[in-house]
């Protein structure tokens, strides 16, 4: 479905990063592992991603920083000719009551989820208008559309993603280029697997089909947004959430 295509994975050394990119290739993508430049586990992930028979290139580098974000697509384009998705995946939480949070927690959390994902954007878009093709996927997350107490920073983030990927599906539908977001709800990870049973079944009764999500959950939507089964999708936020938000 993705054969010869390069895609770019911010923040994939692992996570939902990482299912996305290990989904993309064993769909055929070639792939472009970003992550912090501090990151131990994107050389694994590389592995990972070759041991299913295509090419992948790390690029540490930080989505804020415009250099870093310039590199990572050069070499995008010089490894593998083309890039063809960007998914902007990479995301933080500084969780805070509103009264509590710092002014520092409130930039670092916009800078990276929100900055970080525009500066990717309008980078990548140059090679994209040239093959007159591409396809962006944002991952934002339901919070951005029905708030969170102690989320005003990662809420406004997510919030400010939907609308970053309506204004770059208008202003690049006519180059080829489609945008949409992605909003997971609660999906399993390290953090969830610590919850309590009481506390899951908690949170299991606000979600109509009664289970967290999980990181493959959230990639399959990636792919198909990806390739040109949704070639007449753009501008659209497709929750994968269990119901949680209709
Ligand atoms: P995660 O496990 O923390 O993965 C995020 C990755 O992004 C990490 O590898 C992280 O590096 C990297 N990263 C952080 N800052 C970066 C920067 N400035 N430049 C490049 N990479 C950076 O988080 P996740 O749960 O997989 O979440 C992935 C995305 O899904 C995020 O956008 C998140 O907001 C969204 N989401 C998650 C959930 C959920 O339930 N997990 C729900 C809704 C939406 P280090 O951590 O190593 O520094």
């Known amino acids: 479905m993705l054969k010869g295509k390069t895609a770019i994975v911010t923040g994939s050394a692992r996570g939902i990063g990482k299912a996305i990119a290990l989904k993309l290739?064993?769909?055929?993508?070639?792939?472009?592992?970003n992550d912090i430049p501090s990151s131990e586990d994107a050389a694994k992930t590389v592995e990972e991603i070759k041991a299913l028979g295509v090419n992948s290139v790390a690029v540490l580098g930080d989505v804020r920083n415009i250099e870093d974000v310039k590199n990572m697509v050069d070499t995008a384009v010089s490894e593998f000719g083309?890039?063809?998705i960007l998914v902007n995946n990479a995301g933080v939480t500084r969780d805070n009551l509103m009264l509590r949070m710092s002014e520092e927690d409130w930039d670092l959390v916009l800078d990276i989820n929100l900055k970080g994902a525009?500066?990717?954007?309008k980078?990548?878009?140059r090679p994209m208008m040239k093959q007159k093709k591409g396809s962006i996927i944002n991952i934002a997350s339901v919070v951005g559309e029905m708030g969170n107490a102690g989320q005003a920073n990662y809420s406004a983030s997510k919030a400010g993603l939907i609308g970053l990927t309506k204004t770059t599906a208008k202003e690049f539908?006519?180059?080829?280029?489609?945008?949409?977001?992605v909003a997971p709800g609660f999906i399993s990870s390290a953090m969830t697997d610590k919850l309590s049973d009481d506390v899951k079944t908690k949170y299991f009764e606000s979600i109509p089909l009664g289970q967290f999500g999980?990181?493959?959950?959230?990639?399959?939507?990636?792919?198909?947004?990806?390739?040109d089964m949704s070639s007449y999708v753009t501008g659209q936020v497709i929750n994968v959430d269990g119901g949680l938000v209709m």
Request: proline share 0%; aromatic share 4%; charged share 15%.
């Open 25 to 33: 290739a064993s769909l055929g993508a070639n792939i472009v592992v």
């Open 82 to 84: 083309t890039v063809d």
């Open 118 to 121: 525009f500066n990717c954007i």
């Open 123 to 125: 980078t990548v878009v």
């Open 173 to 181: 539908a006519k180059k080829g280029i489609r945008a949409n977001a």
């Open 214 to 227: 999980s990181t493959e959950d959230v990639a399959d939507v990636v792919a198909f947004l990806a390739s």
